[in-house]
């Protein structure tokens, strides 16, 4: 009994998703030191103990909600491409499913694979209301994957001085 709400692993077809572990901060890194990455989610880029807090906080959301996001290793090569999984901080409307690709493996996929293996999990491990994903409006990128994974747009509001949609994803 791991006293987690959802599994602590997943595999899709080309992803293992799994629990982060401390020497994970350094690939995660690479996703937080990158404007480009950071723009719509954090706002700016993060130095690399900023970075260890960050994935810290990604693998402490396990012990505070009994669930989390997800490292994606590429099961390939066992490299860490980025992270997606649930997620629900103090200040979110309701959970989400969160997704955040190493730009160096952006445009092949990886966040829609990964959203539709935590979207299967969530559907068993949390009958009835779908999560949403929150999506900052100006982030065109992940709108396309919430699109491409079948989430449709519910609302938008106002959110730390930006706008905000919320996509819900399917039952």
């Known amino acids: 009994m791991t006293g987690f709400l959802i599994p602590t692993r997943l595999a899709s077809e080309r992803l293992s998703l799994r629990m982060f572990r401390e020497e994970d901060w350094r690939a ?3 996703l937080y030191a990158c404007a480009d990455a950071t723009r719509y989610t954090l706002g700016r880029v993060l130095s690399e103990g900023e970075s260890w807090r960050m994935t810290a906080t990604l693998a402490g959301h396990w012990l505070l909600r009994g669930y989390g996001p997800y490292a994606l290793e590429d099961r ?51 009958p009835g209301r779908p999560p949403i994903s929150f999506i900052h409006q100006g982030n065109r990128a992940s709108v396309r994957v919430a699109l491409a994974v079948g989430a449709t747009l519910e609302d ?13 994803h399917p039952a």
Do not use: C, N
């Not at 969160?98 to 160096?104: L, V």
């Not at 509001?157 to 819900?168: M, P, S, T």
């Open 156 to 168: 938008e509001v106002d959110f730390r001085g930006a706008r905000f949609q919320i996509y819900r």
């Open 76 to 126: 390939a090569s066992g490299v860490l491409v980025g992270t997606a999984g649930l997620w629900y901080p103090a200040d979110f409307p309701e959970r989400e499913i969160k997704w955040a690709i190493d730009p160096a493996y952006w445009g092949r996929g990886y966040a829609s694979e990964a959203a539709r293996a935590v979207q299967r999990m969530a559907a068993e491990a949390f």
């Open 28 to 30: 995660m890194h690479a």
